[in-house]
Each structure stands twice: as C-alpha cells, then as structure tokens.
C-alpha cells in the first residue's frame, strides 16, 4: 500500500496549526483604466493606438505630465492635475521598462507636440538602485487578491508608485541579511521638468514623507501592498515554510535575520518571529496594515527572523543570538530592538529577555558542563542552547499567542504525527545518541526531540523556563486568541483556546498588557491584535 494517501491525510490534519494557507494570486495588465481626466485619456488612446511606437506614447505622456505640472506649479491642489501627473508618470516607467529603454545610460530624445524632449534618469535623495540592474515597473499595472492580501494600502499624493524587482544585492544591499535570492522593494516616480529637459527620479516612501515640487510641498504617494504581494506570489511561502520544518537540515541555511528595508540607523528594528510550519511570509497582513501609518514609518524598521521550524526552538535561539552579535558588529549604531514573535516564535523570544542560569542546564544534568561525558561538539551545542543571558539590545518583546507553558494538543496526536513527518537532523540524531548513553540520573536522553514534541507541557525545557522570570526592565506584552467559544482562564475545562494555546499557557504574570481576541491560532493576522500592536508601537515611540 503506498504511503502517501497517509502522509496527505496526516498534512491535512497538521495544516490548521500552521496558519498557512493559499496568500496572493496577481494578475497584471497594461490595459489600465485611466483617471477621468481628458490627458489621462488622451495618454491611454495615444498608448493603444501606438502599441510599436514607444517613442510616440513617450512623448504624448511628457507631454501630459508638463501641463499637468504647470498646473500644479500655480495650484498645488487641484486633485486632476495631480492625478494626471502621476497616471503620466507611471505610463512613462512602463514604457521604459517594456521598450528597453535607458535613460540612466543615454538620455532618451523623443517627439513631443511642441518640440523634443530629452529624458534622463537621476536617483533621488534616499535611493542608491542601479536602474540597470533591476527591473522597475509601475504599481498600477497589477491586481491582487487572497487570504494574505485583504486590502491595498496605499497612501495618497504626488508620484507613481513604483516596484523595484532585482537581486538583494541590487536592491536592498542586504548582503548576508538577505531573506532570499529576489527582493521587491517600493518605490516612488517622479519626473522634474526644466524646459524641454525632464529628470526621472524615484524616492523611498519608508524614508520620505513629502517632496518639494514645483515650489510645493506634497506628500510623496506609495503603494506599500503591491511589493509585499509580488513577493508572495513569486516564492511561494506556503511550500517553503512547510518544506523548512519536514527537512529542517536540508535548509538550515535559510537561518538568518533578514532586512525588509535599507537600515536605517535612526529608526528602531522590530524583529518579527514566525512560528511552526511559517515562514516570514505569515506576517505580510500585518505588515502591510502597520506600513499604513505614517508614524511607524517614521520611528521602525522592519526586520525578521528565519529558521527551520523543525529545528529544536532552544538551538533556533541559539542560532538567533548568533545572528544578533553579527548585527551588532555590522551595525554598531542601531537603536534596542523590539521582539515580536507569534507561537513558537514567542518562545524564541522569550528566551532572548530571559537569564537562564544553571537552571535549563540542571534539568537535563547532573554533571557541569565541563565533566560532561560527551564531544565537544555535542558540549557547545547544549551549553549555547540551555545556558543563556538576556540580549541587553532588546527593549520589549510582545508575545502571540506563545504557548509558554506548552500545548497539550502537542504531546497528544500532532506530537506523534510530528515524530513520524519530521525528518530529525543529524547532529540531533548524534546528541540524542550521545546524551543517551549518560548515567540514568541525566533526563538527556530527551532533549532533542523534533520542534513538536518540544511545544509539550511536560517537556523539561519547556516547564523549566517557565518558572525563570523575565528580566526586570524589559517590557513585555501579551495577545492570545480566542475561537469564539469562551472557556476558563485555568485547565478547568472547557478552557479558552485559540485552538491549539490555551489561556493558561500563553498568559504570564507582570506583562505591560494582555488583550484577548477573537481569533484562531493565527491571532498575529487579526485585526484587532495589529490594532493592539500598533498601539504597544506608539507607546514605545513615545
């Protein structure tokens, strides 16, 4: 009998845990349906009638953007002008990208109805992208919808925004915090006319509020779903954030903190932890609604953390503190990062504002870790993963729906469905055997089960630790789910769940705040905990 009417079926039962589900479809057309205005009009006739003469439409398009803009010069809001520069705007990115064309190596002369034009690139204030090595394409050009993409948010003003498609290297200069091989990053077009010269320009909408134009100032427009929702259509996270935790060794080099954006020394990191069987990729609601706000914007800067999930979470931890040194080599000058971890991810966190002691190591041990009958691989894998010191650059962390006392659906059934679909790693494989073999006093021989299994309220890692305190100073938050259902606080049953945390596993004691929601396990993608999120992020900025 073949086993994989078994291995879908037990998948089929795992997924809701998971959160993952089918995130963007993305439709694209150049057919766009135009501002109602006459030069808006009269840009998408030239473009139709003119589908081979790039030139022609180039020129209808300058045309429209220079009229529009003298408009603007004398009166800043008329609301048609403005529409019109920026439809001609980003008809002009379009064309330019579709015909090849390269203003930033060779101005770009064409026919206008009153004389040529000679069209050149220039980068603006807060952008270092090569236009040569990218592909830079017009926003309004695509269409999205799914579970991921609920609403586009966009913010109103002058210019087109734009997404810039290219390497990491390219775009972000994330060399070694890149999250993958392509970045889609945001931008913002404008073109800048002096006689018959017009300078294309782009700006960084995570950097730049408003531009002067034309002796005016104006809020810089942005599309700040767009970039989020290509990317999610083009990597496929819902197969990759499955594939991490089945054959966590296959991609342990995915591990790493990854920049969404340019950093920013000015603004504070918020680093963001998935959980279980998720990817970065499960945060894109909530980025997506918190990019909306212009005082976000301002004050943060969006970082993640990556790993297997099907790693031991105290080794992805380990893993992480390594990647924050490297952070703070690189960047000397950074702000106190703020943590912000979703289930598994809340555990990791957990353990970053947490001075562990002997305390984690004595659970495990009878001996010190230099009597340790074991190879020194074997020893500096379990010292850097049970003995531990709080990072003094996190500042606060909020936790959801974190089972920090374990979940009893992980011991039961999804632990022995995550023992027979999880392929362990070999080094896990290699300590287990080793610790295995200690006097019968060590309870090692358990201490590297699969993640599932570690998420269990009778693990020793997991009841050790929640008796640690947080350190004093650090702020921490909390947000858990509710179904909807209600249910005791306590294990009196029936309890309050959000399906896979109980209450009484995500709460602890002296948090800054604890908001309830109603949601499934997935609260980090409700509205109401972004909302609260937002909230927690004003407070810091304050």
């Not at 991921?148 to 948010?153: D, Q």
């Not at 990556?306 to 990647?323: D, K, L, N, V, W």
């Not at 080599?329 to 979703?342: A, F, Q, S, T, V």
Request: charged share 20%.
């Amino acid at each position: 009998m073949s086993r994989l009417p078994s291995l879908l079926a037990a998948s089929a039962l795992v997924l809701p845990f998971a959160g993952c589900t089918p995130y963007c479809a993305v439709m694209e057309t150049r057919t766009l349906r135009p501002a109602n205005t006459q030069d808006a009009k009269r840009i998408a006739q030239t473009i139709a009638r003119h589908p081979t003469r790039p030139h022609t439409a180039l020129g209808a398009c300058l045309d429209a953007a220079s009229a529009a803009e003298r408009r603007l010069r004398s009166a800043p809001d008329d609301a048609r002008a403005r529409a019109d520069y920026n439809f001609a705007t980003s008809r002009i990115f379009g064309i330019i990208h579709d015909a090849k064309l390269e203003p930033w190596k060779t101005p770009v002369r064409v026919k206008g109805s009153e004389g040529e034009w000679l069209l050149t690139f220039k980068n603006g204030t807060h952008t270092e992208v090569d236009p040569g090595k990218v592909g830079i394409l017009p926003a309004d050009r695509y269409t999205f919808h799914g579970t991921y993409i609920r609403t586009r948010t966009l913010k109103d003003g002058l210019g087109a925004p734009l997404v810039v498609i290219g390497s990491q290297r390219d775009v972000m200069h994330a060399e070694g915090f890149a999250q993958s091989k392509d970045a889609y990053y945001g931008m913002t077009g404008l073109l800048r006319f002096d006689g018959r010269d017009c300078v294309l320009t782009t700006e960084d909408p995570l950097a730049v509020e408003r531009v002067q134009h034309g002796g005016h100032s104006f809020p810089l427009a942005a599309d700040f779903t767009a970039p989020l929702a290509l990317a999610l259509a083009k990597e496929r996270p819902l197969i990759f954030g499955w594939a991490q935790m089945l054959r966590p060794q296959k991609y342990a080099y995915t591990t790493r903190i990854a920049r969404l954006q340019p950093y920013d020394p000015a603004k504070i990191p918020v680093i963001c932890v998935h959980g279980l069987m998720d990817s970065p990729s499960t945060w894109v609601p909530f980025l997506n609604t918190l990019r909306g706000d212009e005082a976000i914007r301002r004050h943060y800067q969006f970082w993640f953390y990556s790993y297997p999930s099907g790693f031991p979470y105290p080794h992805s931890a380990a893993i992480m503190r390594e990647q924050l040194d490297t952070i703070n080599r690189l960047y000397p000058d950074h702000k106190r990062e703020i943590l912000i971890g979703h289930s598994m991810g809340g555990l990791i966190s957990r353990t970053m504002i947490t001075d562990s002691g002997m305390k984690l190591w004595n659970a495990y041990f009878n001996e010190p870790p230099a009597q340790l009958a074991v190879s020194p691989e074997t020893r500096k894998f379990l010292t850097e993963a049970l003995i531990f010191r709080h990072r003094p650059e996190v500042s606060r962390a909020i936790f959801i729906s974190t089972p920090h006392r374990g979940s009893e659906t992980a011991a039961g059934w999804l632990g022995k469905v995550g023992r027979w679909l999880v392929k362990v790693p070999d080094f896990v494989m290699r300590i287990t055997a080793e610790t295995g073999s200690l006097p019968a006093g060590a309870q090692a021989a358990g201490l590297t089960p699969n993640s599932i299994e570690r998420l269990s309220p009778k693990d020793p890692f997991i009841r050790t630790i929640a008796t640690i305190p947080i350190v004093p100073g650090v702020p921490f938050h909390s947000i858990m789910g509710d179904r909807g259902k209600g249910g005791n606080k306590d294990h009196t049953k029936p309890v309050s769940t959000d399906g896979f945390v109980p209450y009484w596993s995500s709460h602890l004691d002296g948090a800054r705040s604890e908001l309830i929601v109603p949601s499934k396990h997935s609260a980090h993608q409700n509205e109401k905990a972004i909302e609260e999120v937002r909230r927690i992020l004003h407070e810091a900025a304050r």
